[in-house]
């Protein structure tokens, strides 16, 4: 085996861990977690349908990389 057949075995093998384990995290959902509820929603205002649902996605992923 030269470097070449190494790296492309090396990049399979990681790849393969890669879908192991996120095939392992728990299902989210997201929809809870991004809405959480303004005091206007109702069932047809809330989630993806609601008005404000990407501002409040971006603040969910500003949490997350702030580690909050």
Do not use: F
């Amino acid at each position: 085996m030269d470097d070449i057949e190494h790296a492309q075995e090396r990049e399979q093998k990681d790849r393969a861990l890669c879908l192991a384990v996120a095939r392992n995290q728990p299902v989210r959902d997201y929809v809870s977690e991004v809405c959480t509820g303004c005091d206007y929603a109702k069932g047809s205002n809330r989630g993806p349908a609601c008005d404000g649902w990407r501002e409040c996605l971006v603040d969910l992923q500003r949490r997350e990389r702030h580690g909050r």
